[in-house]
């Protein structure tokens, strides 16, 4: 196997893994720029794929082909709502804000369960049956070299999620509303003194947040795990949050983290086909996106500078 074929079997897997992260990771940076930390990420793409999956198996036959990213659409919705009991816990009522997202995790998680078991008798779901498909995109895969490995059985969701961080990135350092949150995770006394409502930013940021992660998980049920159980978000929330960190809150850098934390998981998918991997036991390859997300965070997180205030509720007129 060439060095092209190696690259060629790599760079579609690892976006397709990496696309659920980028969304996720997206809204952990927006949730953390204001200031409140946001463990429960893992929690909102477990709303997110569960309300996904039951709106996929409900309505398939009602709306065709415009199902899946219609389910996005609604899981996003739910998991924004959702995401206003971290809000609310960390913002209005100033709780320890790694215990309410933690709690937000385990909540996610029962709910999805217990509602699957109500409704299907079972603890998991049916497979859906309209989810996202890969297709060539026309022209550009037909480009030398760089149109199979980018262009040929893509993922439109990949293309949305490094659009969406492009976007991200724009919003947060190119406008008002990215300066003014900014400014409430960087120094939120200063922010308020000159207007910016505190409160409303980071209940802003967390709602934004929500709705990413939700967008994550729905993304990772309808091109990856095709079903809703327990089982089916299993670290990639907490992947993400890593992602946030390894990528310094910043929204390329976060981008970055979820392809390189993206490649990782593909490597258990298509290591047994590259020369260098064709030997390594199939277990040391599923364990490898935790490991390394671990050793990522070994090495860097000392050296990352998060938000001055972030974890810290704002009391007005405190310092």
């Given amino acids: 196997m060439s060095f092209l074929d190696v690259l060629n079997s790599i760079v579609p897997t690892a976006l397709f893994f990496s696309a659920p992260l980028i969304f996720t990771a997206l809204g952990g940076v927006l949730s ?27 309505f398939a036959e009602t709306f065709g082909n415009l199902t899946p990213w219609l389910s996005v659409i609604v899981a996003m919705i739910v998991a924004s709502i959702f995401s206003l009991l971290h809000a609310v816990a960390s913002v209005s009522f ?10 937000i995790n385990f909540l996610a998680l029962g709910i999805g369960l217990f509602l699957t078991k109500q409704w299907y008798d079972r603890g998991q779901t049916a497979m859906v049956t309209k989810p ?14 760089i149109g199979n490995m980018f262009f040929k059985g893509a993922y439109a969701t990949s293309y949305l999620a490094i659009l969406l961080a492009i976007i991200v990135w724009f919003v947060l350092f190119k406008t008002s509303f990215g300066l003014r949150l900014r400014a409430v995770g960087e120094h939120p006394m200063a922010a308020d003194t000159n207007g910016i409502n505190v409160t409303r930013m980071r209940y802003i940021a967390v709602i934004l947040s929500g709705a990413l992660g939700g967008l994550g998980g729905s993304v990772y049920a309808l091109t990856i795990a095709m079903d809703f159980s327990h089982a089916t978000i299993s670290g990639q929330g907490f992947m993400s949050l890593a992602a946030v960190i390894f990528g310094k809150w910043h929204p390329l850098g976060a981008m970055g983290a979820a392809i390189f934390f993206g490649f990782a998981q593909s490597l258990s998918v298509i290591g047994s086909s590259l020369p260098l991997l064709k030997n390594v036991p199939q277990v040391y390859l599923l364990i490898a996106p935790y490991v390394l997300t671990i050793l990522a965070l070994a090495g860097f997180i000392g050296r990352a500078e998060s938000p001055k205030a972030l974890g810290s509720p704002y009391v007005k007129g405190s310092r």
Avoid: C, H, W
Avoid at 45 to 51: K, N
Avoid at 94 to 103: C, E, I, P, Y
């Fill in 32 to 58: 953390e720029r204001s200031g409140v930390i946001n463990i429960g990420l893992e929690g909102l793409m477990v709303m997110g794929a569960f309300v996904s999956v039951v709106f996929n198996l409900t």
């Fill in 94 to 103: 100033r709780a320890d804000q790694v215990v309410s997202g933690v709690a």
């Fill in 132 to 145: 996202f498909y890969s297709k060539n995109i026309p022209i550009l895969s037909d480009i030398p070299i």
